[in-house]
C-alpha cells in the first residue's frame, strides 16, 4: 500500500494518478480526497475516490466545498467551460451521494466546511424565498444529522459501545450482530420482554410496537 506522501500529486497524468489513488490504503483515502487539488484530474481521482466505502458526510461535504462549487451553481450545463465541466460531473456525484444518504455521519464529528456548509444552506432557503434554484441542492434534513450532532451518545456503559465504534451500520447489523434486535430500542421495551429478547424470543419482545 501507497501513503499519500510516497507521490508527487503535482505532476501526472489523470491514469497515473488514478493509479496511485487505488494503491493506497483506505484509511489514507480520505486525506486525499481532502488536500487533492481541484485543478488536476478531479474528475478521475475524486470521481474514484468519492465513491469508495469509508469516505464519511463531514469528509464528502469538505471535498464539495473544496471544488467551489459556487462558481457553476447558476451556471446552465452546457455554458460551463469545457475544463471545468469534469469538475462539475464530480459536484453532481458528490451531491447526489449526499442526499441519497450514502456518505454516513458519526456521532461527535465536527466537521472543516462547517461555516461554508451553513452559508450554502442560508443561500439555498433565500433561493426558495426569491424562486431561483441552483445546480446543487443540499438536503438539510441530512446534513443536521452531522451540523447538530444528532447522533450525539448518552454517558452511560452501554452507549459507550457506540461510541467506541461510531457507526450507524452497526444499528442496523445488530439483529445480526447480538440479540436479534437493537440494543437502544431494547432499552424501551418493558424488563420482562427485554430477557425474553435475551432468550431468542424476538418475536414475543416486538409485539408491543406492532
Given at each position: 500500500m501507497h501513503s499519500f506522501g510516497a507521490f508527487d500529486w503535482s505532476t501526472g497524468t489523470d491514469k497515473e494518478h488514478l493509479?496511485?489513488?487505488?494503491?493506497?490504503?483506505?484509511?489514507?483515502?480520505?486525506?486525499?480526497?481532502?488536500?487533492y487539488d481541484w485543478s488536476m484530474h478531479p474528475e478521475a481521482v475524486l470521481g474514484w475516490v468519492m465513491a469508495q466505502k469509508g469516505i464519511d458526510l463531514g469528509v464528502a461535504l469538505e471535498v464539495f466545498f473544496n471544488g467551489e462549487p459556487e462558481r457553476f451553481n447558476y451556471m446552465r450545463k452546457m455554458d460551463v467551460p469545457s475544463e471545468f465541466?469534469?469538475?462539475?460531473?464530480?459536484?453532481?456525484?458528490?451531491?447526489?451521494?449526499?442526499?441519497?444518504?450514502?456518505?454516513?455521519?458519526?456521532?461527535?464529528?465536527?466537521?472543516?466546511?462547517?461555516?461554508?456548509?451553513?452559508?450554502?444552506?442560508?443561500?439555498q432557503q433565500t433561493d426558495r424565498e426569491e424562486g431561483r434554484r441552483g445546480r446543487w441542492i443540499l438536503d438539510e434534513r441530512i446534513l443536521g444529522t452531522l451540523l447538530e450532532n444528532r447522533l450525539k451518545l448518552g454517558p452511560s456503559e452501554e452507549e459507550s459501545l457506540y461510541a467506541h465504534q461510531p457507526s450507524l451500520m452497526r444499528d442496523l447489523l445488530s439483529p445480526v450482530m447480538e440479540l436479534g434486535v437493537s440494543r437502544r430500542l431494547l432499552r424501551h421495551l418493558p424488563q420482562k420482554n427485554r430477557q425474553n429478547t435475551k432468550k431468542g424470543r424476538i418475536r414475543q419482545a416486538l409485539r408491543p410496537f406492532r
Amino acid at each position: 500500500m501507497h501513503s499519500f506522501g510516497a507521490f508527487d500529486w503535482s505532476t501526472g497524468t489523470d491514469k497515473e494518478h488514478l493509479a496511485q489513488a487505488r494503491k493506497m490504503a483506505r484509511e489514507e483515502l480520505p486525506r486525499l480526497a481532502r488536500q487533492y487539488d481541484w485543478s488536476m484530474h478531479p474528475e478521475a481521482v475524486l470521481g474514484w475516490v468519492m465513491a469508495q466505502k469509508g469516505i464519511d458526510l463531514g469528509v464528502a461535504l469538505e471535498v464539495f466545498f473544496n471544488g467551489e462549487p459556487e462558481r457553476f451553481n447558476y451556471m446552465r450545463k452546457m455554458d460551463v467551460p469545457s475544463e471545468f465541466r469534469g469538475a462539475a460531473r464530480v459536484l453532481d456525484n458528490i451531491c447526489l451521494r449526499v442526499n441519497s444518504g450514502f456518505y454516513l455521519a458519526y456521532p461527535n464529528q465536527d466537521i472543516a466546511a462547517r461555516k461554508r456548509v451553513a452559508r450554502w444552506l442560508e443561500f439555498q432557503q433565500t433561493d426558495r424565498e426569491e424562486g431561483r434554484r441552483g445546480r446543487w441542492i443540499l438536503d438539510e434534513r441530512i446534513l443536521g444529522t452531522l451540523l447538530e450532532n444528532r447522533l450525539k451518545l448518552g454517558p452511560s456503559e452501554e452507549e459507550s459501545l457506540y461510541a467506541h465504534q461510531p457507526s450507524l451500520m452497526r444499528d442496523l447489523l445488530s439483529p445480526v450482530m447480538e440479540l436479534g434486535v437493537s440494543r437502544r430500542l431494547l432499552r424501551h421495551l418493558p424488563q420482562k420482554n427485554r430477557q425474553n429478547t435475551k432468550k431468542g424470543r424476538i418475536r414475543q419482545a416486538l409485539r408491543p410496537f406492532r
